[in-house]
């Protein structure tokens, strides 16, 4: 990482700006999200997926397994797929079924293992899973896709890369655990692991692979619905296919529960971003951010989002974008171009477009931005400094702690919900203060509000112990330890601390969860209410096969943000 | 059944929480028995025996107690507590005065589970420490284990012993002493006039080995299904009841 004053120079963007909890719900997949970082190793390492079994009967239930190849190890995905009643397929993340079960295994899949593996994957939360296994998931269709695919290929026609609009994908996954969950392996053993060590890179080779899986298993199916006339899925239709996610309140938690991590990401994406305003610019350097911007363009007036708020922001979106390509298109290529470009943003275009270029910015520095890839990780450990001065604390608090100050706590609307751990899987929830039970059991999520009560006791005990140190305060205040801990942990970092109260009325969950998405390279947002949103992962990506002919041209190969529908002249192959 | 680390981690901390302990004394708690599983010490054996005390004394209120302190030097009685419930904040208070003075000594009386201090003691080695912690196992014999924790190492070195002769003052002991040093190692020699008969014997090598194989094999921890019962059962006091308002972040209905 640069040091403070290098990014002072530079001109980083301060946390007041960036952490925002509304501009965090305004981010996009960049190209330092794990999914591009992902692709990139994998080509740059030449990593090859082969199919070693692929059993699956003639409505494609059955079990396939995909092997992956890198320098430094052999794993195996395994999939399997199963019938499953209309009353049964349901996202919600109570459900107990789904259309497929899949896990990544570390190693060989021997019989003993393959016969544990389908015994307990399709339980998922319910079963006791192999430690040899890095991630289990489950997918769902997409019912207005699978089965429209299906009649198209078996008649011999190819679908309309249109319908791949609203939902870029064949099948949508609810929920993807790693990291010890339910018995598999802890992610701590993965650091040595030069494969799998990248924050989320095992759960995003298995979303890839199963889209692979997902466009077998429909031709497979095709093809023995109807042999005469069944023909396979044109490739660039096939990279216009992605995999689906619907994502809800789980992964809220995450980002309070990990401000390291959080920090370090923002960092890499702020230390990317002030690189990128300082490159040089010259006409070749416009001309390829206005095709990137037409990109973009094009792919938000192609996604067809059913909920209405986002459907308007990215209208928005189109409008502002439309300008931009106009400026751009018109002003003289100076030194100060994206100064100009982001100043301009920053006072008068909307949040969602200025992360927008943002994104779009960083995508032409990909050398600078490389080297920031393996700075992603961060072991989370706080610790007490038992021995600082309490008036540091105090001090520290008021400093970078100011807006949790500036919360007033006795407004009604400002302590509205309460998060807390529901029984049913243990998933968090939101409950309104005062009227759904659950709120002695609440969990502290809400930063602020512990801001709050450690500052005001610590300025209590200051009165009487001007030269006290934190610990001889901290042996009288036990239950505060934790909120002390982080905000003394915390003190070194930037951007860790989300700047939202978790306790107003008018907070949107969805911007916790579209914070961490676009970290993992989502695309297509598409919220149903505030709590739940579907995404896409991997739309116009490579393929496999791509992957495994080994690309030359690996700039090329790692273009493919913001992807626009195939145009498909000939129906037919 | 067999666990993995996180799992274990995690559900212990709810389990803390469950009891009633803080958010901070759960999360350290919850490290403190995964790092003496992690490093085959009994983690779990001594965790079944903290949560039958814990749930076995009625008053869960009790809070440690600073008897004494000066500069140098701080005297803590835990109520005949568990060290999971009584030592953190006592430990970083020995810390403290370490870190000022050079060298800190705390003595925490009527403790119990004393072997899971060890745990914390690793965390503050880490953080720069060197450190040497003293308790009596039994009055007869009288044995005796001391461990010491190079600064900035993850182990220990570790004596246990019994003293063939008795002093005078033998009175049941469930304290324990601990010696901080900013600048001096403390790793425990045995440099005896008495007789004495070591009983075990573990030097950070070795425990170091225990700590990349079971890093290396990915193998999680054995757990008893009465204790993993236990725990859930305890970690289920934290979650809410389901009610028709909780179904609405499960997902989507349609």
Known sequence: ?573 | MKVSYNELQSLSRKAFLGIGFSEAQADDAADMVCWMESHELNGLVELNEALQRILADDNHTKMPELLYQDADLAIIDGHDMSVLQCSHLALELAFAKARARGLGILKIRHCRQRQLIMGYLARLAHRGMNITALWRHAQTPLTEQVVGFRANSTVPSIRIYTLEEVPDENKLNTGITVIMANHVDLLPTMRSDYQYDLLARHEESELLAIEVRRRASGDGFDVPSQLWEQLKALAQRTFVESFDGSQLGAGPLG
């Open chain 1, 1 to 573: 990482m640069l040091d403070m004053a290098t990014l002072n120079t530079l001109g980083i963007r301060p946390p007041n700006v960036v952490m925002d909890l509304e501009r965090l719900g305004t981010l996009s997949a960049s190209r330092l999200s794990f999914t591009r970082c992902l692709l990139r190793q994998m080509a740059r390492q030449r990593w090859q997926i082969t199919t070693q079994r692929f059993d699956l009967d003639r409505e494609g239930y059955g079990s396939a397994i995909y092997r992956l190849q890198t320098p430094n190890g052999r794993y195996h995905i395994v999939i399997f797929s199963q019938e499953l009643t209309e009353e049964k397929r349901s996202d919600r993340v109570i459900a107990d079924a789904w259309d497929l079960t899949f896990g990544v295994v570390e190693g060989d899949v021997e019989d003993a293992l393959m016969e544990s593996l389908a015994e307990n994957l399709p339980l998922q939360e319910a079963g006791r899973q192999h430690p040899q296994l890095l991630v289990i998931s489950r997918a769902n269709k997409s019912k207005r896709n699978f089965e429209h695919f299906v009649e198209q290929l078996a008649s011999g026609e190819q679908p309309n890369p249109q319908d791949l609009k609203t939902a870029g994908y064949l099948y949508r996954t609810t929920a993807v655990y790693g990291n010890g969950k339910f018995g598999i392996k802890d992610y701590f053993r993965l650091r040595d692991n030069l494969d799998f060590r990248q924050p989320f890179a095992a759960q995003m080779i298995a979303l890839y692979v199963l889209r692979q899986f997902s466009i077998d298993q429909l031709e497979h199916i095709a093809e023995n619905r109807a042999p005469d006339t069944a023909i396979k899925l044109n490739s660039d239709i096939q990279r216009f296919i992605g995999i689906g996610n619907s994502t809800g309140l789980g992964m809220a938690p995450f980002l309070i529960n990990h401000p390291l991590l959080i920090n370090h990401w923002i960092h890499c994406r702020e230390q990317a971003l002030a690189i990128a305003k300082v490159s040089t610019v010259d006409e070749a350097m416009q001309n390829r951010f206005v095709s990137l911007c037409v990109r973009a363009l094009g792919y938000y007036m192609e996604s067809d989002i059913e909920d209405h708020d986002q459907a308007e922001r990215n209208r928005i979106v189109i409008s502002e974008l439309e300008t931009v390509v106009s400026w751009l298109q018109q002003v003289p290529c100076e030194d100060t171009l994206w100064y100009q470009l982001t100043d301009w943003a920053e006072a008068a275009l909307s949040l969602e477009t200025q992360e927008l270029l943002n994104s779009l910015l960083i995508e032409l520095c990909p050398e600078a931005v490389e080297q920031l890839e393996d700075d992603q990780l961060v072991e989370e450990s706080m610790e007490l400094i038992p021995d600082m001065p309490l008036i540091q604390l105090k001090q520290i608090i008021e400093t970078q702690f100011d807006w949790a100050l500036s919360q007033d706590l006795d407004e009604p609307d400002e302590r509205y919900w309460f998060w807390y751990r529901s029984i049913e899987k243990e998933e968090p929830r939101l409950g309104v203060r005062g009227v759904d039970q659950g709120v002695e059991k609440e969990l502290s999520l809400a930063i602020g509000p512990r801001v709050q009560e450690v500052y005001k006791l610590v300025s209590e005990y200051l009165e009487d112990n001007a030269t006290a140190v934190t610990i001889e305060f901290l042996m009288g205040q036990p239950r505060i330890v934790d909120a002390v801990r982080r905000i003394q942990s915390m003190s070194n970092t930037a951007y860790g601390e989300i700047r939202g109260n978790l306790w107003h009325r008018n907070m949107k969950p969805m911007h916790l969860l579209r914070t961490k998405l676009a970290f993992l390279g989502a695309s297509r947002f598409d919220p149903l209410g505030d709590r739940w949103v579907r995404v896409t992962f991997f739309q116009g990506a490579p393929s496999i096969a791509e992957l495994n002919a080994e690309p030359l041209d690996l700039v090329e190969f790692d273009d493919w943000s913001f992807v626009n529908a195939p145009n498909i002249q000939e129906r037919c192959p």
